[in-house]
């Protein structure tokens, strides 16, 4: 049982570090991902991480697409609770609130 925890943390470890490199590579000149918050969360019993990103795709959209959609329509929020192995994710486009 001792070694299951201990595969379990490392691959928790893992995971979070292979998240962060691929946000990180994929961020640049004030595009991809913006980490607001990252940090351990517990409630009901349920320990894990809280994330909360916004994502930058202005330049990850094809040109047509830039030119008729707002920049604000364009930035993605994602908030994700990692409680391994279950993980809730919710998407938002604060732009979509305001039609």
Known sequence: MKSYISYLIQYQVGQLYSVAEASKNETGGGEGVE????EPYEKDGEKGQYTHKIYHLQSKVPSFVRMLAPA???NIHEKAWNAYPYCRTGTLNTNMLNV
């Open 35 to 38: 980490v607001l918050k990252n």
């Open 72 to 74: 604000s329509a364009l």
